[in-house]
């Protein structure tokens, strides 16, 4: 068992359950998935890139990424209906734990000048959305192969529906807020 899923089933959700008053163990505040995504715009037209950025972040998330494509032409982008334009992976059980583990004990201490993440991206359901510059940042990416320098969402899913319920279960997950 990851060791993320072990603090949460034996600590976190009954200790934020608690704070917030949720009596029913079901209700209990949780992740319930993790979505990453990077944008390949300008690799529209190489499909040699396209493989290179799809095992890209196949390697950062442990699994086959599926590309997404335009759902309508948008001229002033050249871009036209049907062309790839993104890349997107999602994340549930054992792999999003490992994921989130992975990302909050490496991944973000590596990034420069790092003090936390702010916490001031959360939606009104309680979703936190962060972005990254460089996808280099993770310990996956052979700095020798890489070509283009590419940004990368991750969007974490709760159940909660509420903002301050998810940033206090991100906290105890061991999310590194800026203090």
Do not use: C, W
């Amino acid at each position: 068992m990851n060791r993320l899923m072990e603090k949460y089933q034996k600590n976190v959700g009954s200790k934020v359950g608690a704070e917030f008053d949720i009596k029913n163990k079901a209700a209990q505040p949780k992740i319930e998935k993790v979505v990453v995504n990077m944008g390949i715009g300008g690799l529209k037209d190489s499909k040699d890139e396209q493989e290179k950025a799809v095992n890209e972040v196949a390697s950062i998330v442990g699994q086959k990424p599926s590309l997404r494509l335009a759902r309508k032409s948008i001229a002033g982008f050249n871009i036209r209906e049907g062309q790839p334009v993104g890349i997107s992976a999602t994340l549930r059980g054992i792999r999003m734990y490992d994921f989130l583990d992975k990302f909050f004990n490496v991944v973000l201490p590596r990034i420069r000048d790092f003090r936390g993440v702010s916490r001031t991206s959360f939606d009104k359901n309680g979703n936190y959305t962060l972005g990254l510059t460089e996808h280099i940042v993770f310990p996956e990416i052979d700095l020798g192969k890489i070509t283009h320098m590419r940004g990368l969402e991750i969007t974490i899913v709760t159940n909660t529906h509420n903002p301050q319920v998810s940033e206090r279960l991100l906290e105890e997950m061991g999310m590194p807020f800026v203090k």
